[in-house]
């Protein structure tokens, strides 16, 4: 008797995927020992680089590229985005996994790791003006897939819902349970602000009393990679301005001041925005007299040699 049952077919790009879900995210909450001011207060911090891609770009790149596989967005197209490195990794690893091609455009600035790693994994690199930072990388990315939309799928990390959900989903949920829900402030800086969006709104769902503080660089030129000065700078449109109860403002020189403190003080070797998130909290719990504070620690300083040779030497 024959069977006319019909077998689903599988997405081998999906396949791939789902082999590699349990690579992101569920990080290690780290209670830092002795930057925390004093005994009422406690900074805790999300160890981000110990996830597939190294850093906390793993979480919305996979939820982007997922979304665009599952919709076939990506069938028989390049993925392209704009990127300051991190995500960019993210996109190429998952990408390598699926078979996706992957365009990416990135200033020009961005560390010499990051873009050896990203041609290392197969990225068609394009670099733009360091002046213009990623507003200009966005800005030539949208210009190529209005240009060639049969050969490209952009899918906008800066506009794209499924990067602040990869954290409403996975990172606050975490942050709440690592901290057995006693978090009462959660501040981190806006690149593209899904993470702080994300986690943010996760947060004040599970108790509308924790405080959410953003952090921006203090100037239009500065040496955090991957942040931006809102004020001049394009916003992202995933980011609302309703969602932070403070913002506040970091300078690089405040960033490398405390990357040479977590070395020293904490065994911990971060990158100039980690540091700069990092600053931010030690600042917040120095004006509190009791809480629990916490931070992303977006990825640590492999990614950045000059900077090490600068800074922590």
């Known amino acids: 008797m024959q069977n006319n049952m019909t077998v689903p077919t599988i997405n081998p790009m999906l396949q791939a995927l789902e082999e590699l879900r349990w690579h992101i995210g569920n990080c290690p909450m780290h209670h830092l020992a002795n930057l925390s001011p004093k005994p009422g207060v406690e900074i805790h911090v999300k160890l981000e680089w110990q996830q597939f891609g190294g850093s906390v770009k793993a979480r919305p790149a996979f939820n982007i590229i997922h979304d665009a596989v599952v919709s076939g967005a990506l069938r028989g197209r390049s993925l392209l985005d704009a990127t300051s490195g991190n995500t960019g990794i993210a996109y190429a690893i998952f990408s390598a996994a699926a078979g996706i091609p992957v365009t990416l455009f990135i200033p020009e600035n961005a560390s ?46 800066y506009g794209n819902e499924a990067n602040w959900k990869a954290h409403y989903y996975g990172t606050g949920l975490e942050v709440w349970h690592e901290t057995a829900g006693r978090i009462t402030h959660f501040i981190a800086g806006l690149g ?114 000059e900077v090490i040779n600068s800074v922590l030497r």
């Open 112 to 157: 010499k790791e990051r873009k050896h790693i990203l041609r290392a994994l197969g990225v068609d690199l394009r670099l733009t003006s360091p002046l213009e930072g990623t507003d200009g990388a966005q800005a030539e990315a949208r210009e190529l897939a209005m240009k060639s939309p049969e050969k490209f799928c952009y899918v906008d990390q």
């Open 192 to 305: 593209t602000t899904g993470t702080f969006m994300g986690t943010g709104r996760r947060l004040k769902e599970l108790n509308p009393d924790v405080r959410l503080v953003a952090l921006q660089p203090e100037t239009a030129l500065h040496g955090l990679e991957g942040w931006k000065h809102l004020e001049t700078a394009r916003v992202p449109e995933i980011y609302d301005a309703g969602v932070p109860d403070e913002m506040r403002f970091v300078s690089t020189e405040e960033s490398y001041a405390m990357m040479r403190r977590a070395a020293r003080e904490e065994g911990l070797i971060l990158s100039p925005s980690g540091a700069a998130n990092l600053a931010g909290a030690v600042k917040l719990a120095e004006e509190i007299e009791e809480g629990v504070v916490v931070t992303i620690l977006a990825d640590d300083a492999t990614k950045y040699s």
